[in-house]
């Protein structure tokens, strides 16, 4: 199972928005509404940030959403905080009882 | 509190065996899926096994398939990693994860805080 295809970074200043793209095939991403987000600050565990595409966790600021279209799922952050700079990678049901994750985005607020 | 915690981690030689364990506290552990996923220094995150709540399905990464089992104990609220013929590739900090179905299906919505495994000669 190959990793889904994420941007090495991103960037955005404070106040603006920032979109990160995860790109599958139709055997991952494509086939499934099963793609979840999570923030990663350095030294620590994942936080889970979206669900499902687009379904949002208790206690998760309503600045984070989550689309898909075909076999690319997105992550748009509004409103960039300087809290927000973190690694974010995205994930996948890819079937037979498997996942797969993406390579990984560092957002940088500039 | 919600909490997992890994423990059992550290330097192994290759071709050895190892077994982490993750401890869960605060919630009904034998109500929900567990899954671990590691990430290698520097480097993206990997799933790497998941085990149903009762432990009648399990299911692992090509990658570690035949090497690596998951398990769990719901008596003792702990779940398991047994990792055999280790490899150097196998050096990561391995994560165990929650699955909740109310957060998300096929989401980590509780995560431990990891443990280090080393794989060197």
């Known amino acids: 199972q190959s990793a889904l295809t994420q941007p090495p970074s991103a960037s955005g200043s404070p106040g603006q928005s920032v979109t990160i793209s995860c790109t599958g095939t139709?055997?991952?991403?494509?086939?499934?509404?099963?793609v979840s987000w999570y923030q990663q600050h350095p030294g620590k565990a994942p936080k889970l940030m979206i669900s499902e595409v687009s379904k949002r966790p208790s206690g998760v600021p309503d600045r984070f959403s989550g689309s898909k279209s075909g076999n690319t799922a997105s992550l748009t952050v509004s409103g960039l905080q300087a809290e927000d700079e973190a690694d974010y990678y995205c994930c996948s049901y890819a079937g037979s009882n498997n996942l797969v994750f993406g390579g990984g985005t560092k957002l940088t607020v500039l | 509190q919600v909490q997992l915690v890994e423990s059992g981690g550290g330097v192994v030689q290759p071709g050895r065996s190892l077994t982490v364990s993750c401890a869960a506290s605060g919630f009904t552990f034998s109500r929900y899926g567990m899954h671990w996923v590691r990430q290698a220094p520097g480097k993206g995150l990997e799933w790497v096994a998941v085990i149903w709540y009762d432990g009648s399905k399990k299911d692992h990464a090509d990658s570690v398939k035949g090497r690596f089992t998951i398990s769990r104990d719901n008596s003792k609220n702990t779940l398991y990693l047994q990792m055999n013929s280790l490899r150097v590739e196998d050096t990561a900090v391995y994560y165990c994860?929650?699955?909740?179905?109310?957060?998300?299906?096929?989401?980590?919505?509780?995560w431990g805080q990891g443990t280090m495994v080393t794989v060197s000669s």
């Open positions: 994860a929650r699955e909740d179905w109310d957060s998300g299906v096929w989401a980590f919505d509780i």
């Open positions: 139709s055997s991952d991403v494509g086939g499934y509404n099963y």
